[in-house]
């Protein structure tokens, strides 16, 4: 077999070893190729797709993306249809989406015994306690069963009310020791390497890190009445955070 000398020769032999299932081979003569022409749109592809076989998905994307930006078509859609596959299955995998419609009452209050309920309510913040006295009337209501039967039926409907308030202007709630809304505390949201929309954040955020890929934010005095499930899944809500592009989620204060 005659020895390749251009591009194109190099181009022809890669795609022989692709046939053959020689994939570093193959790479090897692509890689020629593009040496001798830096602009060889088709070996980038090519090479990108023995890169592929060989479970190098960034060295693909690389390739591809390269190639697209010489105008090949195809690789364009290659990377598209990656991305949107490696998209579907992060989503599936990562736990902050699966918590965007977190169920306060069914995914938590109904799933508690008496016995973590009495603790539940033992353990309310006073704003919360308060909601709940206005149903006691007297002392005498004061009872287990009326405890289990307030985190049963209106935990979930009132935790957040003295929050709500606070924040609303035209509330009429009266409240000698004014409420105050944000805690001490600060939501720290790491992002995945995907994400780049920090400047959409400068209004809502506490502190915008980029070195690390986190951003800050306020922390609702609730946190303390709720389960960490939902607290993530008010904070994804209220500060419109997209969910596939989080890592993780810790507090500090």
């Keep these: ?37 830096p602009n060889y749109a088709e070996a980038y592809a090519n090479r990108g797709c023995a890169k592929e076989e060989l479970g190098d998905k960034e060295g693909a994307i690389d390739d591809w993306q390269k190639a697209a930006d010489l105008g090949d078509e195809e690789a364009a859609q290659w990377i598209q249809e990656w991305k949107a596959k490696n998209q579907e299955k ?4 990562n736990i902050f989406t699966q918590l965007i419609n977190y169920d306060l009452q069914k995914d938590y209050v109904d799933k508690l015994s008496k016995e973590e309920k009495l603790e539940l ?17 007297s002392e005498k209501n004061y009872t287990e069963e009326f405890m289990v039967n307030w985190i049963t039926n209106s935990y979930s409907k009132e ?3 003295p929050f709500e308030n606070a924040l609303d202007p035209d509330s009429k709630e009266d409240d000698e020791n004014e409420y105050e ?5 600060l939501f720290i949201f790491t992002f995945n390497k995907e994400f780049k929309d920090f400047d959409d954040y400068e ?18 005095s609730f946190w303390l009445d ?15 955070i997209e969910a596939m592009f989080v890592e993780d989620m810790s507090m500090c204060g």
Aim: net charge negative.
């Design 203 to 220: 209004i809502e955020s506490y502190e915008i890190n980029e070195e690390d890929n986190q951003i800050s934010f306020l922390c609702p």
């Design 1 to 37: 077999m005659t020895k390749p000398k251009t591009a194109a020769e190099f181009l022809d032999r890669g795609c022989d070893k692709d046939d053959q299932k020689d994939s570093r081979g193959a790479i090897e003569d692509y890689s020629k190729a593009i040496e001798i022409n």
């Design 159 to 161: 935790v957040l009310t």
């Design 121 to 137: 309510f033992r353990g309310l913040t006073w704003e919360i306690e308060q909601i709940a006295d206005k149903e006691w009337n």
């Design 226 to 240: 709720v389960p960490r499930e939902f607290l993530i899944s008010w904070a994804l809500d209220f500060y419109d």
């Design 181 to 185: 809304p944000w805690d001490d505390h």
């Design 90 to 93: 992060t989503t599936e995998n």
